[in-house]
């Protein structure tokens, strides 16, 4: 054997070595193939195109970095070292640069995720929850030092009675993302917000970007209160826009957004408020026509001294049970007089002769006392039944009322007896009403209670009034 006898590692080696010294850092163009995530974090793949195919390795420090996902079938360029692997003795490529071809690694990653929380559902109308009528307390989460946040705060200044609460995060930049979700979870969990404004001014997409991340979509979409997005300009759109509630062009329609409510729930109140005093106004109207056409009804000057003597006969009724007791006991004894006078009668009459009288006196007691108990019934049930009908409670379910002083039980008879800032009291039948006097109109009214020969027209006013 007159060659060279060469170890496999050390072939290898010389292999790698002169690869290296040849190629140096080579780009391929090719479609991703069978992609693999390792526990460690590696990807390995293969890169391909029509005429042939080549292993790669793109270590987890490096893949880390990347902003989009690898799938078989993405078109890319690919910067790499070629070398023999010697564990396996097969061609690879060591993988230190990978973008997409034909679009930007940035866009790549946006559609991707744009499409991957699309189809969780994250993105659907249904879930989207109206913002509050009347929004009273506002987060914010934004740069405390932007002009996002100023024009915001400006807009929300028209309003006093607003509460803003202000979360200053960092709005771009590595961990930017971290700090806008821990900021949102926040104020969604606080209890103290009604809405949660998330708000950053223009820029490019890379600037932009920490409001395309994956942890701020989610914290939105988890936020227990709703969330208006107000990222960048109009024609700038982030996957924070597409979760959020409601997407505002610019940061500062998010803040019009809510003032705007506010001013049309005002408007609505003043129009509410116009149209009440004119209802108001109107029924005083009617009620003072009326109260002008009833002054001439004789009844309501005498209404009070016909309820007090009403009120007597009241007094009287209520002591007539008393009263036919103690008639009925003197009745009693009578009939006990009366028996005690029967039994002593001489006894010529006999005792089977006193006997038959004594029974047929007995006999026309009681049925005295019971024509008399009968009668007496009678009247107390005419006498409650004239009672009920003109009782002052009566006199009130026909929709007149009783009208005192406050604190005092003796009722106004005339205007001219109270005087304007006096504070009235008018019984209803249901219920009392509590009144201050602005002024009087001093006038003779007719008699309520007319004779029964009055005429027709008469009994029409007091009936109106």
């Given at each position: 054997m007159s060659g060279r006898i060469w170890g496999v590692g050390e072939l290898i080696?010389?292999?790698?070595?002169?690869?290296?010294?040849?190629f140096g850092d080579v780009w391929l163009r090719g479609e991703l193939s069978g992609v693999k995530v390792a526990g460690s974090g590696h990807r390995y793949f293969q890169i391909k195109d029509a005429e042939g195919m080549l292993s790669c390795t793109l270590w987890a420090a490096r893949a880390d970095r990347l902003r989009f996902k690898l799938?078989?079938?993405?078109?890319?360029l690919v910067r790499g070292k070629v070398n023999v692997y010697a564990q396996r003795g097969s061609l690879q490529l060591d993988v230190l640069e990978l973008v997409p071809e034909g679009i930007g690694e940035l866009q790549l990653a946006f559609e991707q995720l744009k499409a991957k929380l699309a189809a969780?559902?994250?993105?659907?109308?249904?879930?989207?929850?109206?913002?509050?009528?009347?929004?009273?307390?506002?987060?914010?989460?934004?740069?405390?030092?932007?002009?996002?946040?100023?024009?915001?705060?400006?807009?929300?200044?028209?309003?006093?009675?607003?509460?803003?609460?202000?979360?200053?995060v960092r709005v771009q930049g590595r961990g930017a993302e971290g700090e806008v979700a821990r900021a949102v979870r926040w104020l969604g969990r606080s209890g103290r917000v009604d809405v949660v404004?998330?708000?950053?001014?223009?820029?490019?997409?890379?600037?932009?970007?920490?409001?395309?991340?994956?942890?701020?979509?989610?914290?939105?979409?988890?936020?227990?209160?709703?969330?208006?997005?107000?990222?960048?300009?109009?024609?700038?759109?982030?996957?924070?826009?597409?979760?959020?509630?409601?997407?505002?062009?610019?940061?500062?329609?998010?803040?019009?957004?809510?003032?705007?409510?506010?001013?049309?729930?005002?408007?609505?109140?003043?129009?509410?408020?116009?149209?009440?005093?004119?209802?108001?106004?109107?029924?005083?109207?009617?009620?003072?026509?009326?109260?002008?056409?009833?002054?001439g009804a004789r009844g309501l000057a005498s209404l009070p001294a016909r309820l007090g003597e009403l009120d007597q006969r009241l007094r009287r009724l209520e002591a007539l049970p008393q009263r036919l007791r103690a008639l009925v006991v003197a009745r009693h004894r009578r009939l006990e007089s009366t028996t005690g006078a029967l039994l002593r009668w001489p006894v010529r009459f006999g005792a089977p002769r006193r006997r038959e009288v004594v029974t047929a006196r007995l006999a026309v007691a009681v049925e005295r006392l019971r024509f008399v108990a009968r009668r007496r019934r009678m009247q107390l049930d005419g006498l409650g039944r004239a009672l009920a009908a003109l009782s002052p409670a009566a006199i009130l379910e026909r929709g007149y009322s009783i009208t005192t002083r406050e604190g005092v039980e003796a009722p106004l008879r005339d205007a001219a007896d109270v005087t304007a800032g006096e504070r009235l009291v008018t019984r209803l039948a249901r219920g009392e009403l509590r009144s201050l006097v602005l002024g009087r109109d001093v006038a003779t009214q007719g008699s309520l209670f007319g004779d029964s020969g009055e005429s027709g027209e008469g009994r029409g006013e007091n009936g109106s009034s």
């Open positions: 080696g010389e292999l790698n070595a002169q690869l290296a010294g040849a799938t078989d079938g993405l078109a890319v969780e559902g994250l993105f659907a109308p249904e879930r989207k929850r109206a913002l509050p009528a009347l929004p009273q307390r506002l987060g914010l989460v934004t740069s405390s030092s932007g002009a996002a946040g100023r024009d915001v705060l400006k807009v929300l200044s028209r309003h006093d009675h607003l509460q803003v609460l202000l979360v200053p404004r998330v708000v950053r001014g223009g820029g490019s997409l890379e600037d932009l970007w920490a409001f395309n991340e994956e942890v701020v979509a989610r914290a939105i979409a988890a936020c227990e209160v709703p969330v208006i997005s107000g990222v960048g300009h109009e024609v700038d759109f982030t996957i924070a826009d597409f979760v959020a509630d409601v997407r505002a062009a610019t940061p500062t329609q998010a803040a019009e957004m809510v003032v705007a409510r506010l001013e049309d729930q005002e408007r609505r109140i003043d129009r509410a408020d116009e149209v009440l005093r004119h209802v108001l106004a109107r029924r005083l109207d009617r009620g003072g026509l009326r109260l002008r056409g009833a002054e």
